[in-house]
């Protein structure tokens, strides 16, 4: 075995880890100004839902007008715009809800022992599985 060919395992988690060095500080930043986003435009959300609202019935209007057309309605495009209209209707009228939904149930059974934040699980899953590749991720909140 050569010399760089010892050295290629090294080189490759010297690379993973001057790569996550790179972005992670970014990635938080990115998360920190979204949560400080949120915390602005809560101030501001019945006016952002009022806007919702003129602009999904500008769209109704749009989509069912009886004038002439530059381009004729697709199925596709009906469909997709009356699901985006339901969404925005279902997180106007319950947004919690809409949250939750999305975040799923605490404790189901579908979760991730991550998730739970019980350490004797996840420690049990990672053991479990040895044979498959598994990758661990450190944050920190530094």
């Known amino acids: 075995m050569k010399h760089g060919e010892k050295l290629a395992p090294v080189a490759?988690?010297?690379?993973?880890?001057?790569?996550?060095?790179?972005?992670?500080?970014?990635?938080?930043?990115?998360?920190?100004?979204?949560?400080?986003?949120?915390?602005?435009?809560?101030?501001?959300?019945?006016?952002l839902m009022a806007a919702s609202g003129a602009l999904i019935l500008f769209g109704v209007w749009q989509l069912y007008r009886r004038g002439a057309s530059c381009q004729r309605r697709s199925r596709a495009g009906?469909?997709?715009f009356w699901t985006c209209a339901a969404m925005v209707a279902a997180l106007m009228i319950?947004?919690?809800?809409?949250?939750?939904?999305?975040?799923?149930?605490?404790?189901?059974?579908?979760?991730?022992?991550?998730?739970n934040m019980d350490l004797a699980v996840l420690r049990a899953d990672f053991n479990r599985a040895r044979d498959r590749t598994r990758l661990i991720v450190l944050l920190s909140p530094t």
């Open 12 to 47: 490759a988690v010297v690379s993973a880890i001057s790569c996550m060095a790179c972005c992670l500080p970014f990635g938080i930043a990115a998360a920190a100004g979204t949560a400080g986003l949120a915390f602005v435009l809560d101030s501001i959300r019945p006016y």
């Open 94 to 115: 319950a947004p919690q809800t809409v949250a939750n939904m999305l975040a799923g149930p605490s404790g189901s059974p579908g979760q991730t022992a991550a998730a």
């Open 78 to 80: 009906i469909v997709i």
